[in-house]
C-alpha cells in the first residue's frame, strides 16, 4: 500500500522568506501523481500544485514549486516570497493510476506552516 | 453558492443523538467524497459515491451511514457516536471517480464534537 509521510508537524517561515515542507511517499508504481493541498484555518482545503511522475520537468505556480525526486521518493514544496496567506496547513498526496485504484487520494499527517510578519 | 458546501459548519452531540451531515456541490461532478481528519492524522476516506452508486467504503464503522439521493448532494447520517469520533468531516466532489486524474474539490468540512 501507498503512504505519504510528512515529517515536519510545523514550520516557520518570516515573510518575504522562502520555505520548504518536505514529503516522502513509498510506493511501488512507476507512474503516478503527487500533490500539494493547503487548508487555511477554517477554510476549504485547495490544491496548490500538481505533479505527474512521469514528468521529469518541476511543476511551479506563481511562488510555488516542487522539488520531486523520483528514485529518492521525494516531493518538496518550495514556497518563495511567503505572504501572511501563504499560513496554513499543507498536505501532500499521492494518486496512482491504475484504473483499479479510482480517483483514491492517500494523504500525508500536515505541516503547519506560520508566517511571521 | 458555487462550489461544495457543507451543513452545518459545527457540530456537538451526545453519544445517542442521531444527527445528519449534509453536503451538496453545485459543480455538476458525479463522485462524491466523505473524509474523516483527525488532528495529527492523515485524512482518512470514509466513503465514496460514483453515479449515486457506493463505490469506496474504507471499513467504517455501522454507526456512519452514508446517503447520496442524487449526484448533487451527499449526507452522512450518525448515530451512537462516541467521543473518539469528533474530528472535522470533510466532503469532496470530482467529475468522476474511475478513469483519467480528475481534480477533487473540497468543502469547509463539519467540525463535530461527540460528548
Known amino acids: 500500500a501507498q503512504t505519504v509521510t510528512q515529517s515536519q508537524p510545523e514550520m516557520s517561515v518570516q515573510e518575504a522568506e522562502t520555505v520548504t515542507l518536505s514529503c516522502t511517499y513509498d510506493?511501488?508504481?512507476?507512474?503516478?501523481?503527487l500533490f500539494w493541498y493547503k487548508q487555511p484555518p477554517s477554510r476549504q482545503m485547495i490544491l496548490v500544485i500538481r505533479q505527474e511522475a512521469y514528468k521529469q520537468q518541476n511543476a511551479t505556480e506563481n511562488r510555488f514549486s516542487v522539488n520531486f525526486q523520483k528514485a529518492a521518493k521525494s516531493f518538496s514544496l518550495k514556497i518563495s516570497d511567503s505572504q501572511l496567506g501563504d499560513a496554513a496547513m499543507y498536505f501532500c498526496?499521492?494518486?496512482?493510476?491504475?484504473?483499479?485504484?479510482?480517483?483514491?487520494?492517500?494523504f500525508g499527517a500536515g505541516t503547519i506552516l506560520r508566517v511571521k510578519s | 453558492e458555487t462550489g461544495v458546501t457543507q451543513t452545518p459548519r459545527h457540530l456537538v452531540m451526545g453519544m445517542t443523538n442521531k444527527k445528519s451531515l449534509k453536503c451538496e456541490q453545485h459543480?455538476?461532478?458525479?463522485?462524491m467524497y466523505w473524509y474523516k481528519q483527525s488532528a495529527k492524522k492523515p485524512l482518512e476516506l470514509m466513503f465514496v459515491y460514483n453515479f449515486k452508486e457506493q463505490t469506496e467504503n474504507n471499513s467504517v464503522p455501522s454507526r456512519f451511514s452514508p446517503e447520496c439521493p442524487n449526484s448533487s448532494h451527499l449526507f452522512l447520517h450518525l448515530h451512537t457516536l462516541q467521543p473518539e469520533d469528533s474530528a472535522l468531516y470533510l466532503c469532496?466532489?470530482?467529475?468522476?471517480?474511475?478513469?483519467?486524474?480528475?481534480?477533487?474539490?473540497f468543502g469547509p468540512g463539519t467540525r463535530l464534537t461527540v460528548l
Open positions: 510506493t511501488s508504481e512507476s507512474d503516478y501523481y
Open positions: 469532496a466532489s470530482s467529475q468522476d471517480y474511475r478513469g483519467a486524474y480528475n481534480e477533487q474539490f
Open positions: 459543480l455538476g461532478h458525479n463522485a
Open positions: 498526496a499521492y494518486r496512482g493510476t491504475f484504473m483499479e485504484y479510482g480517483n483514491k487520494l492517500v
